[in-house]
């Protein structure tokens, strides 16, 4: 078996990180903290297309995320 890259060490962990910022349930906070702007705007006016585009990153970063993560342990 090869052994991971070192990288995809720090790449899962960013992954995760990004997981994080982009859940769905933290799109009232980011509306509270970008009101007022052009992204807030945004956010408030595509509120379903917002959410269903958070969950996809989200659950995009969250899958590839935790895969790097368990190949890096494997090796």
């Not at 052994?3 to 720090?10: H, L, N």
Request: glycine share 6%; aromatic share 16%.
């Amino acid at each position: 078996m090869s052994k991971a890259p070192p990288e995809s060490s720090f790449a899962g962990k960013a992954l995760l990180a990004a997981a994080f910022f982009t859940c769905p349930c933290h799109l009232p906070v980011y509306l509270a903290l970008f009101g007022g702007t052009a992204l807030g705007t945004y956010l408030a006016k595509y509120i379903w297309f917002s959410a269903a585009a958070l969950t996809v990153v989200f659950l995009f970063s969250l899958f590839a995320g935790v895969r790097m993560i368990k190949a890096r342990e494997a090796s």
